[in-house]
């Protein structure tokens, strides 16, 4: 079994923050046929923020948090009982309470830009047949 101190605790949830996830979660199903043991839910939240944190793909966390696999499928129930909505909530009416929200006036934020390799219309085309498909020259 992996060494659980060899990911840096800077990427565990806090006891603080963890008190207030912990009611949000739903109640666990009973598994009567057995099986593997159940994940703990704050394994498996560490796990989440972990992904959330560095962009790494599920695949790609460290064994140290727990299996990407089961990591994964945890976050989904949790999307689909609206766990994550539910903090999000709990998290606007806590700034709310310490700093205020003005709820009558709201703004959603968003840019736009061109594709990377979208160019200009009829520009010049290149004689080269790696880049009429927009790949990159190999680098030898």
């Not at 839910?41 to 944190?53: C, E, K, N, P, T």
């Not at 700093?99 to 703004?107: I, R, V």
């Amino acid at each position: 079994m992996a060494d659980k101190a060899a990911v840096d605790d800077g990427w565990r949830i806090p006891d603080e923050l963890w008190k207030q996830i912990e009611p949000l979660l739903p109640p666990k199903n009973p598994q009567p046929k057995g099986g593997r043991p159940w994940t703990a839910d704050r394994q498996a939240m560490d796990g989440i923020f972990y992904v959330l944190r560095t962009g790494c793909q599920w695949k790609a966390l460290p064994r140290a948090i727990g299996a990407g696999s089961t990591v994964h499928d945890r976050f989904q129930q949790w999307v689909e009982a609206g766990v994550f909505r539910r903090l999000w909530e709990a998290g606007l009416l806590e700034y709310d309470a310490l700093k205020g929200l003005d709820w009558e006036w709201q703004a959603m934020d968003g840019a736009m830009t061109k594709a990377p390799l979208g160019g200009k219309r009829n520009r010049s085309q290149s004689h080269r047949p790696r880049q009429e498909r927009h790949e990159a020259e190999p680098a030898d």
